[in-house]
């Protein structure tokens, strides 16, 4: 992933000890850039490295919890994941599944709506912002209680309101499909608050001039969309797009808390899955699970950044 | 004219959908538990606004309401001391949290220096992993090795710089602030801790806002941790207080306290987000780039 | 109603004990010395010390509105010395103890485990044993319970709440549906007939339904499973029984019918919905636990929401399964860790809390059903509840009592099967099979397989 992120700095090409002494002094000369990187690295070496050894050493052991020894077991627990799991190729459909459903149509969405609290003479719009902000900080609990209510095929608020303009009860909660929308409805409901937030800190420091030049030279608000303000989101955005898809490839507590899978398993994720593997005594599963998750989103984000390359700086956006 | 009336007709519509939850739980903490569910949720307390899970998470509440709520021992509870160590919590965080990422995501988003991508790499990488299970050797760490068990330095410490932060602060830096503006400081002999707190912190304070305010919000709600972490009731956080009253196994759940509890929980975000959220203006920091 | 039930006699009760401990006696190598007594009236348990000689704390973690809190109250009313401390936990529980077992230090003192966790834990032998205080009391509790806390002939658990179902139901509702109380031993079939009276003429179930098939809605297969002499698993946990004889098939086909019915609530469990149709009376049965009524009695405040006027009976009659006319669903048991520093300490609260008169009658004012024999046979016919009004309810679950098997088995595959209220394996299989997208015998010997890929997995996880 490190190679497709920028061009390294040049290193002089030279005798090996030279080359060696080279770096050593162009490491010592940017010795304070490396302090301000420092804190992450020390504290993900005291408290990141051992837990993820531990993590992996157990992925390939047997181990009954408690203070019993972890037994190698090699590589099978990943084998008989992969080949012989009764749950797991119907927990990776959904979650793919779902991550199609949510992640476009979350980022879009959010975009947009931001760009809309943006107009530069809009009014109210601190009030705005602030409801558009309630769902982020009301308990997830409480949401999934609510939505369970509204979202109820007899007595809920949306099916009497479908009713009113004539469509039949929807089984939201109940079949397939209806099922997965829900879901998605309740992740926009819940996250679009983040994704919102984080696309007006962009969209703040944008310069104004760059409309304004646009504007002289006869673009309107939709061009200026296209021409300016995406491109100028672009490196925000990929991180949209990579921290969402991380984010919905654990998918977990939303969807345990509203459907808690269901309905038969049509949205029971690969967490769910590790979950169940844990509380069933089988951790080594569980975190062999969790390389194999590791692993789908490495060569997901891998893709994305590949497809996105030029997405990671701006200043080759606007030139473009 | 037509588009601005467009324009507001779907925030308007767009807005109730978003806050008609929090409404919902708004109106429920207004009732007692008996009349919180009915078919068709209620939009508003069918026997008017009653206060009474309010008093008794406040500890004002009669005898008489102590009684019936299902909750004998809500004098064992303080709340608003739970509200406080959230909030000790969640500022300490937010300020290590922001400091440590800013300064780290400017100086992957503005320098060059050998193994920068490597790094960067490896950053991206912690992202990657769910670690639902090795909360066994975390806490083995933190409570056993170090001894934090009833701190919040765990809290505090193991999050002092995050791959998420450093990788937001540095994408927004990298879309906003030019490098002709870092290059002439540089010129002007500034070093580079001055140019992180005098030009990059000033221009970014909307990014940083927004940083502040995802900390803030994920640790104020934060409770799996905190759960492994704390057993003295006197050190509980709010949420670890609320989770109780959802139980479903031994006891029924308290709906009333939860949803009472959960709004008052929300008020300090809230405030918060409203003083917070001028940083966010459009457009405003084009003087400051420039200047 | 059962117009001539009689409370169960203290004599058939303790036949009951009787044949329990004999079948216990039989499974244990080591019979215990205590001799029965059943000519006696039934002798609470001295309380073993007096009172100041005990010192120590107890950790406990739970609610302070729950049984054992409201035990540890009085215990420590009895024993100034003993400090009973409990821990607000969430329901991250099991998080917070499998971090404390890996530490070797932290666990507490006390846990409620439900009967697969006991076995589970126990099987990984982290829990305290607990075999010289469970053995002494042995005949004094009921025997159905204390099998669940046993593992290969050791107690690592004080059995607790005892939750025989049976079926509640609001005669004013059925009387608006002109439907005639149910009298003693009704068929099943008569039964879902008159459900689907009451749904048609006063919009009102007599069982729950819901689409997910989970929770309270799993009762409608779990009971006839319990009463065909059903298990999912061998009492080692190692053997899948699942699909042995008929009992699965012929329980899916009984939930079926009450599927086809149509006259169930179709609400998910405990979900917003369930809570309004219990108030709105929409809800007008349902097989249930008794642990249920706090839950229903603290939503249900008025007459007009129902307090008072539901009334029990023993569940309807499942062809060939007339012995054992209930269920067990929930109840849990209470247990230590190894790791304790008071085990003895520990050993003396489980005692008293379920094998005493004193702590029986506290945990019984809480509202579960202690399994303390000599408690059972004097004081439970006293018990009223306001949801039920009368002692009827009493009187039926002293009859329910009766009906327990002593061979189910709640081990670890039995939480695996998913079949306590819902879980992967059950949702892939049970509601495809209620709507017919799935042959019944496939289905439940699909289930089976699956159940015994991921049970041998569990076992060899254990070893």
């Not at chain 2, 927004?172 to 540089?186: G, M, N, R, V, Y």
């Amino acid at each position: 992933m490190a190679q497709a992120i920028g061009t390294t700095s040049a290193i002089p090409q030279a005798s090996r000890s030279a080359r060696w002494r080279a770096l050593l002094r162009e490491m010592w000369k940017h010795r304070v850039d490396y302090l301000f990187i420092s804190p992450f690295f020390i504290v993900f070496l005291v408290f990141g490295v051992y837990p993820m050894l531990w993590g992996f050493r157990l992925s390939l052991s047997r181990w009954a919890g408690g203070q019993r020894p972890m037994e190698w077991v090699g590589l099978n627990n990943y084998i008989g994941l992969l080949t012989n799991d009764p749950l797991l190729g119907k927990a990776f459909l959904n979650t793919m599944m779902l991550l199609g459903w949510i992640l476009p149509t979350g980022l879009a969405f959010a975009l947009v709506v931001a760009v809309m609290l943006n107009v530069r003479r809009l009014r109210g719009r601190g009030i705005f912002r602030t409801l558009y902000f309630l769902p982020f900080v009301t308990s997830g609990v409480i949401v999934a209680i609510v939505f369970s209510q509204f979202l109820d095929k007899n007595y809920g608020w949306v099916n009497l309101l479908l009713g009113k303009i004539g469509i039949p009860p929807v089984p939201w909660l109940v079949e397939a499909i209806p099922a997965q929308i829900s879901v998605t409805l309740l992740l926009h409901w819940m996250g679009s608050g983040t994704n919102i937030l984080i696309f007006l800190g962009a969209l703040q420091a944008i310069d104004r001039e760059l409309y304004e030049a646009a504007e002289i030279d006869g673009a309107n608000a939709v061009q200026s969309f296209f021409r300016i303000t995406v491109p100028m989101l672009r490196p925000v955005l990929l991180f949209m797009i990579i921290t969402a898809t991380i984010g919905l490839i654990n998918l977990y507590a939303q969807v345990k808390l509203l459907t808690n899978g269901g309905p038969q398993n049509n949205t029971y994720t690969m967490f769910m899955r590790m979950m169940d593997l844990i509380a069933g005594n089988r951790f080594g599963e569980g975190a062999a699970l969790g390389f194999i998750m590791g692993a789908i989103i490495l060569v997901i984000t891998f893709v994305q950044l590949r497809l996105l390359r030029s997405w990671w700086t701006v200043e080759g956006n606007l030139k473009s | 004219m037509i588009g601005y009336a467009l324009l507001y007709a779907f925030l308007v519509i767009l807005a109730i959908i978003f806050m008609f939850p929090f409404y919902s739980m708004v109106v429920g903490s207004l009732m007692p538990k008996e009349e919180l569910f009915r078919s068709y949720p209620q939009l508003w307390p069918p026997n008017g606004p009653q206060l009474t899970a309010y008093r008794l998470l406040l500890q004002i509440a009669s005898p008489e309401e102590v009684a019936a709520s299902g909750l004998q021992n809500i004098s064992n509870y303080n709340f608003i001391r739970y509200i406080f160590n959230t909030l000790l919590i969640a500022s300490v965080a937010v300020a290590l949290q922001v400091f440590f990422n800013t300064l780290a995501g400017y100086t992957f988003a503005k320098r060059h220096f050998p193994f920068k991508n490597q790094l960067f790499g490896v950053i991206l990488a912690t992202l990657l992993l769910p670690a639902a299970i090795n909360f066994v050797p975390f806490y083995l760490l933190v409570a056993g090795t170090l001894g934090w068990k009833d701190t919040y330095w765990p809290f505090w410490i193991p999050n002092l710089a995050t791959a998420f932060g450093i990788f937001l602060m540095r994408q927004f830096i990298a879309s906003t602030i030019p490098d002709e503006l870092i290059d002439s400081a540089t010129i002007d002999g500034a070093s580079q801790f001055q140019i992180v707190t005098r030009i990059v912190m000033p221009i970014m304070a909307g990014g940083m806002v927004v940083l502040g305010i995802l900390t803030f919000v994920a640790v104020y709600n934060e409770y799996i941790l905190t759960n492994l972490i704390i057993s003295k009731p006197d050190l509980r956080t709010v949420q670890l207080f609320l989770a109780n009253f959802k139980q479903a196994t031994i006891r029924a759940p308290l709906y009333d306290l939860l949803f009472a509890g959960s709004v008052m929980a929300t008020i300090p975000l809230l405030v918060l987000f409203f003083v917070f959220q001028r940083k966010l203006v459009e457009g405003v920091m084009s003087g400051a780039i420039k200047g | 109603m059962f117009k001539n039930a009689r409370p169960i006699s203290r004599r058939r009760f303790l036949q009951a004990a009787a044949l329990g401990a004999t079948g216990a006696l039989a499974a244990c190598a080591a019979p215990v010395a205590q001799p029965a007594q059943p000519a006696q009236p039934a002798a609470p348990a001295e309380a073993p010390a007096a009172g100041g000689e005990l010192t120590g704390e107890l950790i406990f973690w739970g609610h302070a509105d729950h049984p054992i809190y409201d035990a540890g109250q009085a215990f420590m009313k009895k024993y100034p010395g003993v400090t009973f401390t409990q821990v607000e936990i969430t329901d991250e529980r099991t998080t917070k103890v499998e971090a404390a077992l890996a530490a070797g230090e932290g666990a507490p003192d006390l846990n409620w485990l439900e009967a697969n966790e006991v076995q589970l834990y126990g099987r990984r032998g982290v829990l305290l044993d607990v075999t010289d205080v469970v053995k002494q009391y042995e005949k004094d509790l009921v025997p159905a319970k204390t099998a669940e806390a046993r593992v290969n002939g050791r107690y690592y658990g004080m059995p607790g709440d005892i939750t025989p179902n049976t079926l509640w139901v609001r005669p004013d509702i059925l009387e608006k549906a002109g439907v005639p109380m149910f009298e003693k031993d009704i068929k099943y079939e008569d039964f879902l007939t008159a459900a689907k009276t009451v749904k048609e003429k006063a919009d009102s179930s007599l069982y729950v339904f819901g689409a997910d098939g989970g929770g309270q809605s799993s009762l409608m297969f779990q009971c006839p499973f319990y009463a065909l002499g059903g298990n999912v698993s061998d009492e080692s946990g190692e053997e899948i029984l699942f699909d042995q004889g008929d009992a699965a098939v012929r329980a899916v086909a009984y939930a079926k019918m009450a599927w086809d019915a149509g006259a169930g609530l179709d609400a998910g469990w405990f979900s917003p919905p369930y809570w309004a149709a219990i108030k709105e009376g929409r809800l007008g049965g349902t097989y249930s636990p008794p642990w249920m009524r706090g839950f229903f009695e603290t939503e249900v405040k008025t007459p007009e929401t129902g307090q008072g006027k539901w009334k029990s009976v023993i569940l309807p009659i499942y062809e060939g399964g007339e012995k054992h006319r209930t269920n067990v669903w929930g109840g849990a048991t209470l247990c230590s860790y190894t790791q304790t520093k008071v085990p003895d300490l520990v050993k003396k609260f489980m005692e008293f809390t379920f094998a005493t008169m004193e702590g029986a009658q506290v945990t019984a004012d809480w509202g579960i059903v202690p399994p303390y024999l000599p408690w059972l046979t004097t004081r439970l016919k006293d018990v009223k509840q306001t949801l039920f009004s009368d002692q009827t309810w009493t009187d039926t679950l002293n009859e329910a009592l009766t009906l327990m098997r002593e061979d189910y088995y709640r081990t670890p595959a039995y939480g695996l099967s998913g079949i306590a209220g819902g879980g992967p394996l059950y949702d892939k299989y049970f509601i495809p099979m209620m709507k017919g997208e799935l042959d019944i015998e496939a289905g439940v010997k699909q289930w089976a397989d699956d159940l015994r890929t991921e049970n041998k997995k569990l076992l060899e996880s254990l070893k």
